[in-house]
Structure formats: C-alpha cells, structure tokens
C-alpha cells in the first residue's frame, strides 16, 4: 500500500455500503470531483484488491470490499469520539493522591469506588514525604496514619478517616490455636503496623510474655510468618487482605490500632465529604467511635 486511505474515502466506502449504490453515497456525502467512481477505483488500486466484480448486471462486492466496508466503519466510528473524549478529558478531574506501599493495594482500589468518576494519579512513598508533597503542593490528598503524630504543615490538615485495628494473623504453618488473651505468651511474633507506634505495640507483646520482631512492610511480616511459622501481629485491614487457605485471624489483645488520616490542604475540597465513609468501608476500618483504645 502506497499510502493509507483519507477520511474522505472512508466514507465514501461505508456510503455507499449503507445505500447500496455510489450515486446515493455521492449525493450523502455532495461528492463531484473527482467522481465517486474514480475515487473507489482508485481506492481499489492502492489497496492492490478487487473491491468489486463488474459483470453485466453491475457490481458486485467482494470479500476484500466487505472488510474494508468493516474497517471503514470502526475507524470512522473512533473518529466521531474524537472531540468528545477530548472535551470529556479536559473536563475530567484528575486528583494526585499518594499512601504508603503497604496501603496502596487497598487503598487505590477503594478510593476507585469512592470516585469513580474522577481521575487519580497513584502515588507511593513515606508518610512523612507524602506530607510534604501535600503541603508543597505537588499532591493533592495523602493517606497515611502518622499525620496524628507529626506536626503538620501550615496550610495542612487531617482528618480521621477511620481505625485499622490490631489483629493477629496464624499462617497454615503456626500451631498457634487458642483465642485467649495470653496465647501469644512465650512466642516469638512478627510484627507490623502503619504508624509509629511500633515501639509501643512491642513494648505491649512483650509485657504479654511474646518475643517481638518487627518487619518493614506488611508483605514482609505475613511472608515472614509464613516462612517461620510464626504468629504475625498487624493491622486488621492488612490481615485480611493477605488471608489464603490454611492462615487464620486469631483473638487478638485489646490493642487499639493506627488511624488512617486524609491529609490535604485547606480548604478541604467538598467531595471528600461524602468518599471518606466509602474509603472506610472499603478498607475495613472502624469508626473512631466504636474500637477501644
């Protein structure tokens, strides 16, 4: 093929499969010059295939014509939504938004449910950077569980989106059985939370008689687990969404759990008011409410 074909073409072609005869699509399209005829013609000679088998009783399409009537039509059909897609995503709100990596399978995921309508950008990184970014304006939102633990930056606020509760994870590899308070007593257990306060949460392990060892990600503690046969102690939404066959979610101490804070700048756009309880709920969180300290 020499070159590929023009929209005028196009739809001649689509024309004239439409109406059934060139003269119609010529009248449809106000085709004159050159001809319709000697634009299918020469259409028919840079595709280098019979479109059309002449004989006594006129024109005949042939397969070649009945695919290129096909490819014609899904082409024009893309072109027709064209501007609109363009408007549509120039009128679309496309939000910036940014949690940390333990977070974000669930998160993004939730946020999608929350906003199905609005655009966002994924951002991963640390709690306290993605503050920053927020604050200097190179993020619109951030979800992170420290924001009640720092100090925010002027023009920065939060707002508690919900409580993770601490839970505790058996893999299929613990032995680890009983729902008593002290069943942790004397065992060696991973540890993981989305917060600072992971000093204080093995602190309380070990006045449980446990053996605490903390992990760095989320991933890291349950893979840990799993590998050592170890309980692992974390934040229930977490919990949850690692659970396969064989692990369990065992009784845990009463231990409260992070809180998972929206981070923006003021004002607070209007639409977080109604997504927050959605993000909740998609999450697993509980209200600040409802879990004990």
């Known amino acids: 093929m020499d070159s590929y074909p023009e929209v005028g073409d196009l739809r001649l072609v689509a024309a004239r499969a439409r109406h059934g005869s060139v003269g119609a699509a010529a009248r449809e399209l106000l085709v004159a010059q050159p001809s ?3 634009r299918l013609a020469a259409l028919e000679r840079r595709c280098g295939a019979r479109l059309f088998v002449r004989d006594t ?13 096909a490819e014609a039509q899904h082409i024009l059909g893309h072109l027709e939504r064209v501007f609109e897609r363009s408007r549509s995503a120039a009128e679309a709100q496309t939000l910036s938004v940014g949690t940390i990596s333990s977070l974000a399978m669930l998160l993004f995921p939730a946020l999608h449910v929350a906003m199905p309508h609005i655009r966002t950008t994924q ?28 100090e925010l930056p002027k023009g920065v606020t939060n707002r508690v989106v919900g409580v993770d509760r601490i839970g505790v994870l058996a893999p299929a590899t613990c032995d ?3 729902t008593d308070r002290r069943h942790l007593t004397g065992r060696a257990v991973i540890t993981y939370t989305t917060d600072r306060s ?10 449980l008689g446990a053996s ?9 503690a349950v893979r840990l687990g799993r590998l050592l046969g170890f309980p692992v102690v974390l934040p229930r939404s977490l919990l949850r969404a690692y659970l396969t066959d064989g692990d369990r979610e065992v009784g845990a101490p009463r231990f409260g759990g992070p809180r998972l804070f929206l981070v923006n700048r003021t004002p607070v756009p209007p639409y977080w008011e109604g997504a927050l309880p959605v ?15």
């Open 279 to 293: 993000v909740r709920r998609e999450v697993g969180l509980s209200t600040a409410s409802s879990t004990p300290a």
């Open 36 to 38: 319709p005829s000697q």
């Open 123 to 150: 951002v991963v990184d640390h709690g306290d950077r993605l503050v920053e970014c927020v604050a200097e304006g190179s993020l619109d939102a951030a979800f992170v569980a420290i924001a009640g633990q720092i």
């Open 212 to 220: 605490p060892r903390r992990a760095a990600t989320a991933e890291t």
């Open 198 to 207: 992971g000093e204080e949460l093995d602190r309380r392990l070990v006045a």
């Open 57 to 69: 009783t006129g024109a005949r399409p042939t397969a070649a014509d009945n695919e290129m009537v």
């Open 176 to 178: 680890l059985r009983s």
